[in-house]
């Protein structure tokens, strides 16, 4: 079975300083691993994802995620918070065996100070 | 542009009333998706369709229905509206089981 655990729901950073938000994953099969950004009264926006080769994923406004089969991690990290970077954050592991299933953490709330 | 649209956006029902939210893709996507969203929960699935005329259960099925006719829409039903069911909905779709889902702008229903 799968399951995703996001640490911290809440993350505060000052604006240009390192954002990093914590993902840990269990999985029985190669894991698809993705993450999600939901700016408020809005649906999820893909940031970026990893399925198989390369284990740094950079995905879009200047975010990357490492995924680290040793430590089951998948963390979200980007070298200077902006302003705009204030959301939730959600990662999500595909369900083995499906056609697409995802199971999603409960999310992280960024928060940007100035 | 291929989109995924839902309505509507907001509702207020109230107590044992049947309530219908659509969800309509353009993308020609078989994997369609149902989920609630709720503080401290994250996104659960309510239900899921891999194709028309195909559909299952969800982690958070009971009290929700869903019937898939063609391949553009999977409208989701509360057959009989209770205040545990107020959320936010969100529809999602995928082209297939190693892409991402793209998701719609969410319906927010209140049950009074």
């Known amino acids: 079975a799968q399951s995703v655990t996001q640490l911290g729901s809440h993350v505060s950073v000052s604006e240009g300083a390192l954002v990093l938000l914590r993902c840990n994953y269990s999985?029985?099969?190669?894991?698809?691993l993705f993450w999600y950004v939901q700016y408020p009264n809005q649906g999820l926006q893909l940031l970026l994802k990893?399925?198989?080769?390369?284990?740094l994923v950079k995905g879009i406004n200047g975010f990357e995620a490492e995924f680290k089969k040793s430590e089951t991690s998948f963390h979200l990290t980007k070298p200077s918070a902006h302003m705009s970077d204030a959301a939730e954050y959600f990662c999500?592991?595909?369900?083995?065996?499906?056609?697409?299933?995802?199971?999603f953490g409960k999310g992280t709330k960024l928060s940007v100070k100035p | 542009d291929a989109e995924i649209t839902q309505s509507p956006r907001h509702k207020i029902t109230e107590t044992g009333r049947q309530v219908t939210l659509a969800c309509h893709q353009t993308?020609?996507?078989?994997?369609m998706f149902w989920y609630r969203q709720d503080l401290g929960h994250g996104l659960r699935l309510i239900h899921y369709?891999?194709?028309?005329?195909?559909?299952n259960k969800g982690e958070v099925s009971d009290g929700y229905s869903v019937s898939r006719s063609n391949t553009e829409d999977l409208p989701l039903t509360l057959e009989s509206a209770a205040s545990s069911q107020t959320s936010v909905y969100f529809c999602?779709?995928?082209?297939?089981?190693?892409?991402?889902?793209?998701f719609g702008p969410g319906t927010r229903l209140t049950v009074l």
């Open positions: 999602a779709s995928s082209e297939g089981p190693y892409n991402e889902q793209f």
């Open positions: 999985s029985s099969v190669p894991p698809y």
């Open positions: 990893y399925t198989t080769g390369a284990t």
């Open positions: 999500a592991v595909r369900v083995g065996g499906s056609q697409g299933n995802l199971i």
């Open positions: 993308w020609n996507h078989n994997n």
């Open positions: 369709s891999y194709g028309v005329q195909d559909t």
